[in-house]
């Protein structure tokens, strides 16, 4: 079945370290989305990248750097983390009209 | 993007229609509505969307106003494995969530 591909599953890491979520799509769709969840919340957009070699700001970015060097890859970087970022984050792919949400991967930010 | 509200929970029993609304009274004419919802512990899931006409599919059906400022989701029978939350979105360029419903079934 087609679907996004996220990495790690989960994480535990130590505040100030660098931390980079990988995210892979199998449908080479243009539109790819991050969002983060935390506990008992909806989510919220973090970065998004409408094709290859763009990216644009979500609601909620600061903290965070994406790259899109090609379609099938997004990876959501933390350049240093910090505990605020512990989440469960979702990366997305949308094709015609319908998003596709990975699995998720929950970090822990100690 | 509309800004959609939606009640915070609701509750249904076993084998029951479920209707779920959703108020984005901001939408645009050309903003989709769409409905997706997030089981325990898993991504969100596409469920159903629309623009105007009323839209029905092997999960659910979407019950859309004529003005478009409200749209009813509609789990025809709803059972167990139906308990999630369920997001309405109103917007065409990029899926921005609000808190949703908790939808709970009760055997």
């Known amino acids: 079945i087609a679907g996004i591909t996220q990495a790690p599953t989960s994480q535990i890491l130590a505040a100030g370290r660098r931390m980079t979520l990988r995210c892979t799509q199998d449908m080479r769709h243009n539109a790819m989305y991050w969002y983060r969840q935390d506990l008992g919340l909806g989510l919220r957009l973090i970065h998004y990248?409408?094709?290859?070699?763009?990216?644009g700001k979500g609601e909620v970015p600061d903290g965070y750097s994406v790259s899109r060097a090609n379609t099938d890859d997004f990876p959501l970087t933390l350049a240093s983390a910090v505990p605020s970022q512990t989440s469960v984050y979702f990366c997305?792919?949308?094709?015609?009209?319908?998003?596709?949400f990975g699995s998720g991967t929950r970090l822990t930010v100690v | 993007d509309a800004k959609t509200t939606q009640p915070n929970s609701m509750e249904s029993n076993e084998e029951e229609p479920v209707h779920l609304p959703c108020n984005h009274s901001?939408?645009?004419?050309?903003?989709?509505i769409h409905w997706y919802r997030q089981l325990p512990s898993q991504g969100p899931e596409y469920v159903i969307h629309g623009l105007t006409s009323n839209v029905n599919n092997r999960m659910a059906s979407l019950a859309i106003a004529e003005d478009r400022k409200s749209s009813t989701l509609i789990l025809h029978r709803a059972t167990l494995r139906d308990a999630a939350v369920y997001y309405c979105i109103g917007n065409t360029d990029k899926l921005i969530f609000g808190t949703g419903t908790r939808l709970q079934v009760f055997p």
């Open positions: 901001t939408i645009s004419g050309t903003d989709y």
């Open positions: 997305a792919r949308k094709g015609p009209f319908i998003y596709t």
């Open positions: 990248s409408n094709t290859a070699g763009t990216t």
